[in-house]
């Protein structure tokens, strides 16, 4: 078929020529992709006012040899948050950051899509910060890289403090090696993080002291894992 919907966040643009933009999207069904618009920077465009940052939208979408292209598009949701407040605009790029530098071209995830939306939607009634660490451990877990905070990343001894080494993706124990320290606190708020639901996430109350260690912990883990420089990560360290 030359046509097929996509039910899609818009997690990048990118200027194509004098009128034209490149999207890049998080569909349901497709994963990650690319597609062209165009005419969409023309003060006259039918999609202009729906291709937004952030935006859900039901597109529908021409397939073509090398580059698809969107024929119409629908908001679903706008998430008007991201646009009114500085700092939840700052985390919502992160996440997508964190999307794009991730997922895999054209293969489903259903769970970061459910994920994606949940978050999203929260950023307006939930500290950003701590829907971040909610975000990044969910998104590791579904990617692959699950973490059992009670255990040690390395020989599996059970663990009521830890450590961050370079050598290895998460939290070891002293028999293994040492680095930064991890407090028994902060190991229970990553399983709490890993466990809850996003309505749950805030109940859990830390000291700043304890949300800079979550913050070095999972920033660890996603270096390790994805191996990219994250480039959100400076500028959400500076409003910090």
Same mark, same amino acid.
């Not at 997690?11 to 990650?32: A, V």
């Not at 992160?94 to 769970?111: A, D, H, I």
């Given at each position: 078929? +030359?046509?097929?919907?996509?039910? !899609?966040?818009?997690?990048?643009?990118?200027?194509? %020529?004098?009128?034209?933009?490149?999207?890049?999207?998080?569909? *349901?069904?497709?994963?990650?992709?690319? !597609? $062209?618009? *165009?005419?969409?920077?023309?003060?006259?465009?039918?999609?202009?006012?729906? $291709?937004? @940052?952030?935006?859900?939208?039901?597109?529908?979408?021409?397939?073509?040899?090398?580059?698809?292209?969107?024929?119409? !598009?629908?908001?679903?949701?706008?998430?008007?948050?991201?646009?009114?407040?500085?700092?939840?605009?700052?985390?919502?790029?992160? &996440?997508?950051?964190? $999307?794009?530098?991730? @997922?895999?071209? *054209?293969?489903?995830?259903?769970?970061?899509? !459910? @994920?994606?939306?949940?978050?999203?939607?929260?950023?307006?009634? *939930?500290?950003?910060?701590?829907?971040?660490?909610? &975000?990044?451990? %969910?998104? $590791?877990?579904?990617?692959?890289?699950?973490?059992?905070?009670?255990?040690?990343?390395?020989? %599996?001894?059970?663990? +009521?403090?830890?450590?961050?080494?370079?050598?290895?993706?998460?939290?070891?124990?002293?028999?293994?090696?040492?680095?930064?320290?991890?407090?028994?606190?902060?190991?229970?708020?990553?399983?709490?993080?890993?466990?809850?639901?996003?309505?749950?996430?805030?109940?859990?109350?830390?000291?700043?002291?304890?949300?800079?260690?979550?913050?070095?912990?999972?920033?660890?883990?996603?270096?390790?894992?994805?191996?990219?420089?994250?480039?959100? @990560?400076?500028?959400?360290?500076?409003? +910090?």
């Amino acid at each position: 078929m +030359k046509y097929y919907p996509a039910d !899609a966040f818009i997690i990048k643009t990118m200027d194509y %020529g004098e009128s034209h933009k490149i999207f890049t999207l998080f569909g *349901r069904e497709q994963g990650r992709f690319s !597609a $062209l618009a *165009r005419g969409v920077k023309k003060p006259k465009s039918l999609l202009r006012g729906h $291709l937004q @940052l952030g935006n859900r939208c039901d597109f529908l979408i021409y397939r073509g040899k090398t580059l698809d292209t969107i024929s119409q !598009a629908q908001v679903k949701e706008t998430y008007p948050e991201i646009w009114r407040d500085h700092t939840a605009y700052i985390y919502a790029s992160y &996440f997508f950051e964190l $999307l794009n530098v991730s @997922l895999p071209e *054209r293969e489903e995830n259903k769970e970061i899509f !459910a @994920l994606v939306s949940s978050v999203l939607g929260a950023l307006g009634t *939930r500290d950003p910060q701590t829907l971040a660490r909610y &975000f990044e451990l %969910g998104l $590791l877990a579904a990617l692959g890289y699950d973490n059992d905070f009670n255990f040690c990343c390395c020989c %599996g001894k059970k663990i +009521k403090s830890g450590y961050l080494s370079p050598r290895f993706p998460g939290i070891i124990c002293s028999d293994c090696g040492s680095g930064y320290v991890v407090s028994p606190q902060s190991l229970y708020a990553l399983g709490y993080y890993r466990r809850c639901s996003i309505d749950m996430v805030d109940r859990l109350k830390v000291s700043d002291e304890m949300a800079r260690e979550l913050a070095r912990t999972t920033k660890h883990m996603l270096v390790y894992h994805l191996d990219k420089k994250i480039k959100s @990560l400076d500028i959400i360290g500076e409003i +910090k």
